[in-house]
């Protein structure tokens, strides 16, 4: 690896890296220690240093690699005070196009796999999911104080829809399911916005004219 990292937490979160970049390429049971080890191009023993088992570097990284996803969303998001706007770029950026994404939602898949078999693995995984539900209902107050979203919808249930959409799609095209691509549900998500939210019809025509173009 490249400059290799000078502080102790920067070694530690070099290896997190490398480790869940490994997971997504290759899946949470398939990675091994002298893996994650060649990669960082370091020895066993190090990564043995910041993380005393498998499990261990295995697990952190896939709540290292959830929590820098949230974190490059918040800040992509703060710099937009239109609502939908808002809501249109935190739909396209849960695209699972080719790339950082979509190897995100391969973490994000094999976390709630693993959350179905291991207990210990439900906190962080329901703490990150309430995280991502109340981004949406956030948007959603925001667009009903701005007058941009109808106020007669519920926050809390319109979030609770479109987050269940948005994996769902997003399953659906990970696995492969024919008819189902990155620009069917980009248009299913914003569908959606647009027929449960947006005040007028013709906003709704507006908005789908300037949203966001699909990969």
Known sequence: MAGQPRTDEDRRRAILDATWQLIAERGFHAVRISDIAKVCGTS???VHYYFPGK???LTEALKFCVEQAFVRQSQELRGIDNAHERLLKLIDMQLPRVGQVRDEWSIWLQYWAEAVVRPEFRPAHNEFYARWHDTVVRIVRRGQR????????????LALHLTALTDGAAIQVLTGRPGMTVSVMRELLIGFVQRELL?????????????LEPA
């Open 146 to 157: 701005q007058g941009v979203f109808r106020v007669d919808v519920s926050p809390e249930e």
């Open 44 to 46: 066993t023993g190090t």
């Open 199 to 211: 005040v007028d019809g013709e906003s709704a025509s507006r908005a789908r004219g300037t949203s």
């Open 55 to 57: 499990t261990d570097v």
